[in-house]
C-alpha cells in the first residue's frame, strides 16, 4: 500500500493533487487541519494499494482497469496452481482492495472507542466487521456486541462458537413477527414497482389454500400495467382459486361481498412508484374502507435504507401492519431486514426468496435473519 501526505492551504486543491498523483481509485484514510499559518492548513492522508509496478501515476490501476477482461472463467489445476481469473491482475486487485477495507474498517474500531478486546481483532471485532459488511447499521452492530460483551465473560467470548451463538440470540431477540394467526382475513399487499407484488400475492395464496386448507379469494386492483391482468389470472388458474380485477372502489366493494364466504380474500394492489403521488391516492382510493385489513409492505431485500425510509413514508397512507421482505436470493446484504423492522417499528411477516411459486417463500423467522446475517447454515 502506498500512502502519502498531501498539504495545502485550500481543501480542494489538495484533493485535485491527491487525485492526479494517486488516481481516481485513492482512498482518504484520513483529513485534518493544522495548527499555524492562520489555521488554515490541511492535510491529507491518502493511500492507494497496488504494487508499485502496477501504478501509474494520475491513471490509478488504468493498465487493469477492467478486472474481468484478463479471465474468462474460474478455475484451479489439479496441481492447486490458480489459473483463470484467480491468477490475472484484476483478481489480485480486487482482493487488495478487501484487505484495504479491512485495515480501514481495523482502523474505525480502533479509533471508535471500543473495548481492548474488539479493537485487538477478537472474534467480536471479526464479528462486528461481518455485520458491517452485511449491511447492518453501525449503531445496531454495536448495540448487538455489547449486549454480547454483557452476557459472556471474558474468557468465553473468547470462542468463536460462543460469541456467535450469542450474537445470533441477541439478533433472534430483536426481529419481531407477525404470526400467521395475527394476520387478518383480508390481507393487501402495497409497495413499489417490480418489487414481486403479485407473484408473492400467488405464493400466499398457496399457502393458505394448500397448508391452511382455506378458501381463497383473490382481488386485483392492477390495472395500470399492461398484461397485469394476465398475470394474476394465470395464477389464479393454475391455483384453481377465483380471482376478481377491479377498477374503483364500488367494484372492490362487490367483489368482497362475493367473497363473503371465503376464508381469506387476498388484494394485489398495483405498483405504485413512491414518489407517484397521484398514483398512491388513486390506488388508495380504490381499496377496501371500514374492513379490517392486514396490509403489508412489500419491498426488496436490496433496497437501500434511504429508500426503505422514503418508501415507509409514502407508503403510510395504507396503514401497512408489517414488512413483507421479498428477492432475499437477489441480494448478500441482508442487514435490512433487521433494521427495516427497527425503522417501521413494525414485525416481519413472510420472506420471498425467488421467483417460483408456491415454494420460494417462507414464514419470517429471527433465525432466518440470524443464519442470513451469521453466514450460519
Ligand atoms: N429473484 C426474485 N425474483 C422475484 C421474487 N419475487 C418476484 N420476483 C420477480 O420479480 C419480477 C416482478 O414480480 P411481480 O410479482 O410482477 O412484481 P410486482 O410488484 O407485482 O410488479 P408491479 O405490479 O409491476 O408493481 C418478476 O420477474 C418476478 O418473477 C423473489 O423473491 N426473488
Ligand atoms: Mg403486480
Redo the contacts with the bound molecule.
Keep these: 500500500m502506498k500512502v502519502k501526505h498531501f498539504r495545502g492551504n485550500n481543501i480542494s486543491k489538495v484533493m485535485l493533487e491527491v487525485k492526479k498523483e494517486l488516481g481516481r481509485e485513492a482512498v482518504i484514510l484520513e483529513t485534518r487541519q493544522l495548527p499555524g499559518q492562520g489555521g488554515s492548513l490541511v492535510e491529507i492522508v491518502a493511500a492507494i494499494d497496488y504494487p508499485d509496478d502496477h501504478f501509474v501515476p494520475g491513471l490509478g490501476i488504468n493498465r487493469y482497469s477492467n478486472p474481468l477482461a484478463a479471465s474468462t472463467i474460474s478455475c484451479q489445476t489439479p496441481a492447486g496452481q490458480q489459473t483463470g481469473f484467480f491468477a490475472s491482475a484484476g483478481y489480485r486487485e480486487l482482493r487488495q482492495e478487501v484487505v484495504l477495507m479491512k485495515k480501514m474498517l481495523n482502523r474505525l474500531l480502533e479509533t471508535t472507542g471500543f473495548p481492548g478486546e474488539w479493537a485487538a481483532g477478537g472474534v467480536l471485532a471479526e464479528l462486528y466487521q461481518q455485520l458491517l459488511l452485511k449491511g447492518i447499521h453501525e449503531e445496531v452492530c454495536r448495540s448487538l456486541l455489547d449486549r454480547v460483551v454483557n452476557q459472556l465473560s471474558a474468557e468465553k467470548s473468547a470462542s468463536r462458537e460462543t460469541a456467535i451463538g450469542c450474537l445470533a440470540r441477541q439478533i433472534i431477540d430483536d426481529v419481531p413477527l407477525l404470526k400467521v394467526d395475527q394476520i387478518g382475513r383480508l390481507v393487501t399487499l402495497v ?11 400467488a405464493k400466499l395464496a398457496a399457502f393458505f389454500s394448500q397448508e391452511k386448507n382455506e378458501d381463497i379469494g383473490l382481488i386485483s386492483v ?1 390495472t395500470f ?1 399492461l398484461g ?1 391482468t394476465a ?1 394474476i389470472r394465470e395464477y389464479a388458474r393454475r391455483l384453481q382459486v377465483p380471482v376478481r380485477v377491479v377498477k374503483s372502489h364500488a367494484a372492490m366493494e362487490q367483489a368482497l361481498e362475493e367473497f363473503s364466504s371465503r376464508d381469506r380474500i387476498i388484494i ?5 412508484s413512491h414518489h407517484d403521488e397521484k398514483g398512491l391516492q388513486a390506488l388508495q382510493q380504490i381499496l377496501p374502507a371500514n374492513h379490517e385489513v392486514t396490509s403489508f409492505l ?1 419491498v ?1 431485500a436490496g433496497i437501500q435504507e434511504d429508500d426503505l425510509l422514503d418508501v415507509l413514508v409514502q407508503f403510510r397512507r395504507f396503514a401497512y401492519g408489517a414488512l413483507l421482505f ?5 441480494t448478500t446484504c441482508h442487514g435490512i431486514l433487521l433494521r427495516g423492522c427497527q425503522l417501521a417499528r413494525l414485525p416481519l411477516s413472510f420472506f ?4 417460483l411459486v408456491p415454494e ?2 417462507e414464514e419470517a423467522s429471527g433465525e432466518r435473519v440470524a443464519s442470513l446475517l451469521l453466514d450460519l447454515s
Design positions: 409497495g413499489p414497482t417490480g418489487v414481486g407484488k403479485t407473484t408473492t400475492v392492477d400495467r397485469a398475470q394485489d394492489t398495483m405498483g405504485r412489500v426488496p421479498s428477492k432475499l436470493d437477489e420471498a426468496t425467488g421467483q420460494d417463500m
